[in-house]
């Protein structure tokens, strides 16, 4: 069974700190990893995607992936109280253009103002 | 900006009966998903669509569920007997070729009853 591990949260964070996200995950092999934001009753928005180790920057958000620790983490910058919301890890098990993802259960995090 | 749109948003049906989920995935995509979400739980893969056929289904996606695309725009999802537990958040989903971003509709809502 291919897991995608989250803390459950909630994080909370005061306005303008760093929020720091982790997910690891079970299969050795998974090739690309997502991070999406999901708003209460609203469907996942993509962030960012990885597919190699190290660190992926975008805006005020930091992507990085250790596949030897099979880890992979968000760093929010500058956290601002409409980053609130549950973010979702998700990993694809190969690196085709087919997604099959496997979802974490989403770290739930409010940014204090 | 292109859309995945999902209808209806919300159905309420009695266990046992017949549904079926309509999606317009974004036009030019390749690839078609449906996935779901039970309250509070993981967002989890049903199945993909690709050149006209299943590529990959889930152990959830029994023979109660069917997915067609009849007219090289709407996408669905058929449940043919609806049993309590198919009460979740549908989610259809497409891409385009290559790697690259996965587009969610907003969902749509069963209540089995």
């Known amino acids: 069974q291919k897991e995608v591990e989250q803390n459950s949260g909630p994080l909370s964070v005061p306005e303008g700190a760093i929020a720091s996200l982790n997910c690891t995950y079970s299969?050795?092999?998974?090739?690309?990893f997502f991070w999406y934001r999901q708003y209460s009753g609203k469907s996942p928005e993509l962030i960012m995607f990885?597919?190699?180790?190290g660190d992926k920057e975008d805006g005020r958000f930091t992507a990085q992936l250790n596949k030897a620790s099979q880890y992979v983490s968000l760093l929010i910058r500058d956290s601002q109280p409409s980053d609130s919301a549950t973010y979702l890890c998700a990993v694809n098990p190969t690196g085709g253009s087919n997604y099959k993802l496997t979802f974490g259960k989403g770290t739930l995090l409010t940014v204090n103002p | 900006e292109p859309e995945v749109t999902q209808t209806p948003s919300h159905q309420v049906t009695q266990m046992g009966q017949e549904v079926i989920l309509r999606c317009v995935p974004i036009s030019n995509h390749l690839y078609f998903y449906w996935y779901r979400q039970i309250l509070g739980q993981k967002v989890e893969f049903l199945v993909s669509?690709?050149?006209?056929?299943?590529?990959?289904k889930s152990e959830i996606f029994d023979d109660q569920f069917s997915v067609e695309r009849p007219d090289g725009s709407n996408f669905t999802l058929k449940i043919r007997s609806t049993k309590l537990e198919d009460s979740a958040m549908y989610f259809c989903?497409?891409?385009?070729?290559?790697?690259?971003?996965?587009?969610f509709g907003e969902g749509s809502r069963l209540t089995v009853l």
């Open positions: 299969d050795r092999g998974s090739q690309s």
């Open positions: 990885i597919y190699s180790n």
């Open positions: 989903a497409s891409k385009a070729g290559g790697a690259g971003e996965l587009f």
């Open positions: 669509f690709y050149n006209n056929e299943i590529s990959e």
